[in-house]
């Protein structure tokens, strides 16, 4: 049974843009968030509150934020890895934060420094802080079909990562395919393994394209019954500590898939297809959506 409605994170602004080596102007990533929303997005990950050491082009997130339209409905989000990033997000005026951790120890090191254990007990004071506050937090579990270091990533890791993040009040625990290595048999047999942790409508999709099994990985994670998922407008981006990722799965392309089975989202696929040309041109490079280049061709 298919859910007949599904929840699109559009995560191009932060996960797509921060693997940029270019700058990219405030203006430029400030008309990307509306143009998004403008297209009925109803949640966009605006940027991050790292170290500006480690992610640079994140750096101008609060000024992004200071600048966009804020529309009514609408959450704007930005990951945040311990108080002192959600510190400043509160600050820009964010509607919610995201932690990010990993199912896997060597990836944990390389993108935050720590080991997952540590990462938890990072998180603990920031959830605390963020409930006092009135801001959602949403947990992230990286490398759930891969690790681009220690290979093969035991479903019941994941589990135990998205259980820890769950029980510490991460209302959403979204499971990233990091580096794009999963297929639809694994990913369902993933599901299965966390949803015993972690209730399924709870749970969200957050594959990279990489291996080109991103569509195939959300479909097999509807009939699982999940119904959010995260896709990056122009299949935006990478990772920074995952060496050969590509972006996300192109937001129009979930779309179109979605449209074709009669999934209602609320988002206009025209305006998300100029959206993702608008940023497209700033990049000076074609799409990665491969709906935006049929249309162009069309
Ligand atoms: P650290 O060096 O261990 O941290 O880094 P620290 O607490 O020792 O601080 C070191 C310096 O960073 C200090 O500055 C701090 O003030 C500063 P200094 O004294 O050297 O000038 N600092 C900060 N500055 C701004 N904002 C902050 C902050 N915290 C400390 N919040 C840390 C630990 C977590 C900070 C670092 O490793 C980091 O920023 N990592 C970010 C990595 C990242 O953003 N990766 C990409 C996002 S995750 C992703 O893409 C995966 C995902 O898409 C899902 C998937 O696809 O799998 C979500
Ligand atoms: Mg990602």
């Not at 203006?27 to 968030?33: F, G, Y």
């Not at 400043?88 to 990010?100: D, L, P, Q």
């Not at 937090?137 to 990533?153: D, F, M, Q, T």
């Not at 074709?260 to 959206?275: C, Q, R």
């Amino acid at each position: 049974e298919m859910p007949r409605r599904v929840r699109l994170v559009e995560v191009g602004p932060r996960d797509g843009l921060q693997n940029e080596k270019q700058p990219i102007s405030v203006a430029d990533k400030v008309r990307l968030v509306d143009d998004l929303t403008s297209a009925g997005l109803h949640y966009v990950e605006v940027g991050s509150f790292v170290s500006p050491k480690w992610v640079p082009q994140m750096a101008g997130s609060a000024e992004v934020f200071a600048q966009i339209k804020q529309k009514p409905g609408v959450t704007y989000a930005a990951l945040t890895p311990n108080l002192k990033g959600l510190e400043a997000a509160i600050e820009a005026g964010v509607s919610e934060v995201a932690v990010f951790g990993a199912a896997s120890e060597a990836f944990s090191q390389k993108n935050i420094n720590c080991s997952i254990d540590e990462s938890l007990a990072r998180f603990a004071p920031l959830m605390t802080a963020a409930r006092e506050n009135g801001i959602q937090v949403r947990g992230y579990v990286s490398c759930v079909l891969g690790c681009p270091y220690e290979g093969e990533v035991d479903p019941k890791r994941v589990a135990h990562v998205a259980h820890e993040l769950f029980a510490m009040g991460c209302y959403e625990v979204s499971l990233g395919d990091t580096i794009g290595s999963g297929t639809p048999g694994k990913t369902r047999q993933l599901i299965e393994a966390v949803s015993r942790e972690v209730p399924r409508d709870k749970l969200a999709g957050h594959f990279h394209d990489t291996y080109g099994q991103a569509l195939a990985n959300i479909y097999a994670s509807l009939q699982e019954g999940v119904c959010t998922f995260d896709s990056s407008v122009a299949g935006l981006g990478g990772c920074p500590y995952a060496k050969g990722a590509s972006g996300n799965v192109a937001s129009e392309d979930v779309l179109y898939m979605l449209n074709g089975l009669g999934i209602e989202t609320g988002i206009d696929l025209d305006m998300l297809i100029a959206a993702g040309q608008r940023i497209s041109d700033v990049l000076g490079r074609p799409t990665g959506s491969r709906v935006a280049r049929a249309r162009l061709a069309a």
